[in-house]
């Protein structure tokens, strides 16, 4: 249950107000349903007293009548209310949470981000933040409610029957309701942690089977995988059906428990009328005040049920919204304007092995481009490219050596300011769904139509994009639509709008014939002048765009230095 509460704290914060109108109008709704069975028990044994004693028309039938209809009424509509301020409040702070999420994972080092662009990830996130609607709806606010109106019952019974069946009330509703809500959330924490994890590989089977259903068919094995989802499906239903169980048992636990609730209060009411203490009618109004608050715990069964993928859920979401900034706050700030340096990027004796590995990737490198510079890294796979490309990024951290941006350690950069001033396009970049307008927007907010042309033609791809039907053109998941060529020139136009000062491209011109790849490397020159550009190539045309080229070889040997 700790786990929850920072949740509660985030939505609470924001959305006190609606939250407060909403848990006030559920005590509303509770306490009416009890006044509402209270009164027409006390009524209607009123009026069957009365007509025997023979003054039934002495008996005032209107005003408890006009009261059964003013609680009707008045519980419909704060029901009502109810369910609107607290899913509307909800629903908006689970947005923002939304938001905090992807804001918190930018904060992340990149040498994390590979990993969360993962489908499973991604889905995980969307599951867990689902999850968390429960905390407020099925949990708290009806525990509030529960709690509150049985105090206020307990304080209207003593002051109108008498205080032995409050005592009677308390002993015996709260431990049973303890009892039962204790059980079903034990019991059904591993199932419905179970669930999730059964959920997540589901959908991920699914999405795979849709994805390689033409190889799988080829090869005769789309039954296998077939067999294989719903192997993932059956431990799903396992486990929501042992949920179903639990809940059930604790539904059963609560009937017990308030058929003693109100069994004991009838006795009592019936002792204390016997002995003159009370009149049969306020006994009635007892026993029927005591049966209905069985509603008041009848929300939490499903909260209680649900609260093991709850708490999972908040782990995992507290843990992202509290990622620090990659840079440490005790490292020194670059300004936003750092000095021109004779060197945008310098990497000195620098060294980097990966983890498990034998020999380093990267041994004893040396490389400086200076502003307005374009380097070739040229050398067969493994030689370390890539590599080289994400040290100069922070991605990774070097074993040995130094790296300076525009002069500055590499260490110095805060995160931010760090990316302001480097952009990398990696070998594989994600394109969204949306217009073409909004895949360009994501790296310069509120971007002008002039400026959204102006790159494109950078990248030789502003015929291609008027033709499909301008900015506003839709792109499917992924970018479909576009060609792989079209769609990394897309990527590199979203890259170039950031006007970096180090340009990092991995094998930019990928998928594009000799002609067009010149084009697109002298756009983008001519886009960013002043701009270091270092890139890993393979291609001719990028080795004739660059002003030098700098020889890697497999493993080692990077200190020969640049042709």
């Given at each position: 249950m700790r786990a929850?509460?920072?949740?509660?704290?985030?939505?609470?914060?924001?959305?006190?107000?609606?939250?407060?109108?909403?848990?006030?109008?559920?005590?509303?709704?509770?306490?009416?349903?009890?006044?509402?069975?209270?009164?027409?028990?006390?009524?209607?044994?009123?009026a069957g007293i009365a007509g025997l004693a023979g003054a039934g028309l002495m008996f005032d039938m209107f005003r408890p009548s006009a009261g059964v209809?003013?609680?009707?009424?008045?519980?419909?509509?704060?029901r009502y209310g109810e369910r609107i301020l607290t899913h509307d409040a909800t629903l908006r702070s689970l947005a923002r949470l939304r938001v905090q999420l992807l804001a918190g994972l930018a904060r992340s080092p990149f040498s994390r981000l590979p990993a969360l662009r993962a489908s499973e990830?991604?889905?995980?996130?969307?599951?867990?933040v689902d999850a968390l609607d429960g905390i407020a709806l099925r949990l708290f606010i009806p525990i509030v409610a529960a709690v509150t109106t049985l105090v206020a019952t307990a304080a209207v019974l003593w002051f109108l029957v008498d205080r032995a069946l409050v005592v009677w009330l308390i002993a015996s509703y709260v431990p049973g309701a303890a009892a039962a809500l204790g059980f079903v959330a034990w019991r059904s924490r591993r199932p419905s942690r179970r669930s999730r994890l059964a959920l997540n590989a589901f959908r991920m089977r699914v999405v795979d089977l849709l994805q390689a259903r033409t190889e799988l068919a080829v090869f005769g094995k789309i039954g296998a995988r077939a067999a294989h989802v719903m192997t993932a499906e059956e431990r799903m239903r396992d486990s929501l059906g042992?949920?179903?169980?639990?809940?059930?048992?604790?539904?059963?636990?609560?009937?017990?428990?308030?058929?003693?609730?109100?069994?004991?209060?009838?006795?009592?009411?019936?002792?204390?009328?016997?002995?003159g203490v009370i009149d049969p009618a306020l006994a009635a109004l007892g026993f029927f005040a005591t049966l209905a608050l069985a509603e008041t715990l009848a929300p939490l069964r499903r909260g209680m049920a649900e609260i093991g993928r709850m708490t999972d859920a908040a782990r995992r979401v507290e843990r992202m919204l509290q990622t620090p900034d990659a840079a440490p706050s005790n490292k020194a700030s670059v300004p936003a304007s750092a000095p021109a340096s004779d060197a945008a990027l310098s990497m000195d004796d620098v060294c980097f092995t990966h983890d498990g590995a034998a020999a380093p990737i990267v041994d004893h490198f040396f490389l400086t481009v200076a502003p307005g510079e374009a380097v070739a890294l040229v050398g067969p796979s493994g030689s370390g490219k890539t590599t080289i490309l994400?040290?100069?990024?922070?991605?990774?951290?070097?074993?040995?050596?130094?790296?300076?941006?525009?002069?500055?350690?590499?260490?110095?950069?805060?995160?931010?300011?760090?990316?302001?001033?480097?952009?990398?396009?990696?070998q594989r970049s994600a394109l969204l769904s949306g217009s073409i307008r909004e895949a360009l927007a994501l790296a310069r907010p509120g971007l002008e139509d002039r400026d959204?042309?102006?790159?494109?033609?950078?990248?030789?791809?502003?015929?291609?994009?008027?033709?499909?039907?301008?900015?506003?053109?839709?792109?499917?998941?992924?970018?479909?639509?576009?060609?792989?060529?079209?769609?990394?020139?897309?990527?590199?136009?979203?890259?170039?709008?950031?006007?970096?000062?180090?340009?990092?491209?991995?094998?930019?011109?990928?998928?594009?014939?000799?002609?067009t790849a010149k084009r697109v490397l002298e756009g983008m020159r001519r886009y960013l002048p002043d701009a270091a550009i270092l890139l890993a190539s393979h291609r001719a045309a990028e080795r004739e765009f660059v002003d030098r080229i700098h020889t890697l070889s497999p493993v080692g040997g990077q200190r020969?230095?640049?042709?």
């Open positions: 929850l509460f920072p949740i509660v704290r985030r939505i609470w914060a924001q959305e006190w107000w609606s939250l407060l109108r909403g848990a006030a109008l559920s005590v509303v709704v509770l306490v009416a349903g009890i006044a509402l069975l209270g009164l027409s028990g006390w009524f209607i044994t009123a209809r003013f609680l009707a009424l008045g519980r419909t509509a704060a990830q991604l889905n995980r996130i969307t599951r867990d042992q949920i179903d169980r639990m809940e059930r048992a604790g539904g059963f636990v609560l009937s017990v428990t308030e058929t003693i609730a109100t069994a004991g209060a009838l006795l009592v009411g019936a002792l204390l009328a016997e002995r994400q040290l100069a990024t922070r991605m990774v951290a070097p074993d040995d050596g130094s790296i300076a941006i525009g002069g500055f350690p590499l260490e110095n950069w805060n995160e931010p300011e760090l990316r302001g001033a480097v952009t990398l396009l990696p959204a042309w102006a790159v494109l033609a950078a990248v030789a791809l502003d015929t291609v994009i008027a033709e499909r039907g301008g900015l506003d053109s839709r792109l499917g998941e992924a970018g479909a639509g576009l060609s792989g060529g079209e769609s990394r020139r897309l990527a590199l136009a979203r890259a170039l709008l950031r006007h970096p000062t180090l340009l990092l491209l991995d094998e930019p011109t990928e998928g594009l014939d000799r002609t020969h230095g640049s042709d």
